[in-house]
């Protein structure tokens, strides 16, 4: 079993930004991927951005393209997602996941996921 734990939520004013954190602990980490995704009050869990953990290459949603940043630090089994110009629409709760096989932008492809952090932007 793998768990996931992210950090670095909070409240934020438009443009501004936040660094998020996903420790990963457990059996050995042995994760194909892995992603952050976000869901807003109302709306369907959204994908973010995806890395492929031993590579390192990335991938991200049209709307966080060029804003945000995914990276990974294998020593630490930590994923980051940098997040910078934030918009309000940005506002949600950011989740992040692992999957052992796939490398995607879709949630059914992830295995493990994190309690969430919520993240808000003000206009």
């Known amino acids: 079993q793998v768990q996931l734990v992210e950090s670095g939520g909070g409240l934020v004013q438009a443009g501004g930004s936040l660094r998020l954190s996903c420790a990963a602990s457990g059996r050995t980490f042995s994760s194909h991927a892995m992603g952050w995704f976000r869901q807003a009050p109302g709306k369907e869990r959204e994908f973010v951005a995806a890395i492929r953990w031993r590579v390192g290459s990335t991938f991200y949603a049209e709307s966080v393209k060029g804003r945000f940043t995914i990276s990974r630090d294998i020593a630490k089994n930590t994923v980051y997602l940098q997040m910078n110009s934030l918009k309000p629409e940005d506002t949600a709760v950011y989740y992040c996941?692992?999957?052992?096989?796939?490398?995607?932008?879709?949630?059914?492809?992830?295995?493990?996921w994190g309690q969430g952090t919520q993240v808000t932007v003000s206009s």
């Open positions: 996941a692992a999957s052992e096989q796939f490398y995607s932008g879709y949630r059914e492809r992830y295995d493990y």
